[in-house]
């Protein structure tokens, strides 16, 4: 048996990246970002307020949390709508109870099913930024261009219809793009997106709009997500929070050593962490972010608008 | 395809001739950072795809991008602190994406070793001429980069042909990190008939494979490191036993992973009576004082030659 030839060859065998869309950097060896006040690390607390329809097509793969019994698949469909209905609930009271600010990462199709609790967030103040039309339009290499102009379009137009702000931040269903993703978000006016998971801090990424069209990356951890470490990895609550304490601390020290500001992203998921045997856990870690000195709770935006600040 | 390589003789763990380690020790101990370069579009190998998602992978990507980006500087720092040097199983092409991370490692003395080119470039289907120039090529970079003449060998993403073993060999090398069958050196059989060693690389406590594949906690891991490391030191009273860490700063060096891992780390270095090895300098001593008694046809007891098929 014998391999194509192009198995040999590396084209992109250079310095950098094998692409063009960012610029080879490391973190440790980055010009230091303070954060406002002096504090040591960034808090974004990323709420998903998610629809999962029952007929989910799965193409070309179901959403993490998606139906995955034969339709129609009310187990799961009814878990997940029970983050907007009770989760979501006993998440903003815990996020307010400890003063921790919330972004909310919303699907498009959320504004028309339950447009009240739009009203609601929109009315406390905080961000929303988009996350795609429904967790099945999953953004893909394989996708048509036009389909994914017209997904993202619909998702904004609803959302800064909705809510009145600006909508500029954007994380995709399953974190999954396009060749095209970031090229589009920013023909749509969207400013930074959460989907490329490589750094700790915010960096800028190219599109093909050139220079006047650069999308800041703010990566959304997936390890430290409570879908991936509660649902996909079966840790319990309270391993979930310790995990999430033990980042905190950790970035605060490193922080405070190295004079570099940090950045912890947390995504959460009301239909996970809203059950009643897990909201503990999550106040826990509220609990624990409020308490540490030199935490800032922050919106994704502000975050981003601090880091920006501070570019060339 | 064949049922056994006869890549080496029995010998059970209590019918060995006692190894003897520098200085004494009971128990050689080495760890081994994977540095590696994932591509984001590469060839379809016909046997194995690089990525589960659609090209391009953002998340899966991303992940590995992370160890480059954040991830090695941080492991450096612990490694430093406790005297640790890393052996390093490396995509050679790493050395012409981020020379920065091998110069970082060559300033601290650290072994290189072949990883291959990338690690999203596998052997399956290869022939032996392509086996061999792919071998070739990641000795040669890390020779033209680093001054090392490299001894070891782990195959990249642990895709192996029948003849990988006997193509490492060609090209100068001296030990295997592949093969999982033991904790101690083992002679290994190779066409040339050169002297060449299997050493303990423990796919067990590969942080990859505890966070990825089991999707442990990591406090979890860390006792993981505590017990192997209790069980093969006191063992090591009879003969000299070999611990390894392989580790991914993608995985490892998480905020959220480093203090439990730093944790284990201070507990297996606070013993005395240990070496703190590399690859090669376990190799080159079992090589130097044991691979002949081993290989010898009458060598010691438990002569266990007489598989199917016979020797080679």
Known sequence: MTLDADHLRYPNRRQGMDHDRYDWSMLAARAPIAWPGGAHVALWVNVAVQFFPLDQAGKPFPPPGGMSTPYPDLRHFTLRDYGNRVGIVRCLEALDAFGIRPTFAVNGAVAGRCPTLIERLVARGDEILASSWHMDTVHHGDMDAVAERELVDRTLTTLRERTGQPVEGWVSPAGSQSHRTPDILVEHGVRYMGDWINDELPYAFRTDAGEAGEIVALPLSLELDDQFLIGASLHSEWEYATQVKDACDYLVAEAAATGRGRLLALSVHPWLLGQPHRIGAFESVLEHLAATRGVWSASASEIVAAWRDQQD | ?312
């Open chain 2, 1 to 312: 395809m064949r049922a056994d390589l006869d890549l080496y003789r029995y010998r059970a763990w209590d019918e060995r001739l006692p190894i003897r380690w520098p200085g004494g020790a009971r128990l050689a101990f080495w760890v081994a950072p994977n540095i590696e370069f994932y591509e984001l579009e590469p060839p379809a190998n016909p046997a194995r795809r690089a990525w589960p998602r659609p090209v391009p992978d953002v998340q899966g990507y991303a992940t590995r991008d992370y160890g480059n980006r954040v991830g090695h500087m941080r492991m450096m720092d612990l490694l430093d602190r406790y005297g640790v040097r890393g052996s390093v199983s490396l995509s050679a092409a790493m050395c012409d994406h981020h020379p920065e991370i091998i110069e970082l490692c060559a300033s601290r003395g650290w072994e290189f070793f072949s990883h291959g080119i990338y690690n999203t470039r596998y052997a399956y289907g290869m022939d032996e001429a392509q086996e061999r120039a792919m071998i070739e090529d990641s000795v040669d970079a890390i020779a033209r980069h680093t001054g090392q003449r490299c001894a070891g060998y782990l195959a990249p993403a642990l895709t192996h042909t029948e003849r990988t073993l006997d193509l490492f060999a060609e090209a100068g090398g001296i030990y295997t990190c592949d093969l999982f069958h033991d904790d101690q050196p083992t002679p290994v059989r190779v066409r040339s008939g050169k002297p060449f060693v299997s050493v303990p690389y423990s796919l067990e406590l590969n942080d990859t494979i505890a966070y990825v594949v089991n999707r442990i906690e990591p406090r979890r891991y860390g006792e993981m490191i505590r017990q192997a490391f209790d069980r093969l030191y006191r063992e090591g009273e009879h003969g000299g036993t070999v611990m390894c860490v392989p580790l991914h700063a993608y995985q490892v060096a998480h905020p959220h992973r480093i203090r439990a891992f730093e944790e284990a780390l201070a507990y297996v270095v606070g013993h005395e009576n240990i070496w703190l090895a590399t690859g090669r300098e376990i190799a080159e001593h079992y090589i130097a004082h044991y691979h002949d008694l081993d290989t010898a046809p009458a060598g010691g007891i438990g002569d266990g030659d007489a598989g199917e098929g016979g020797t080679p």
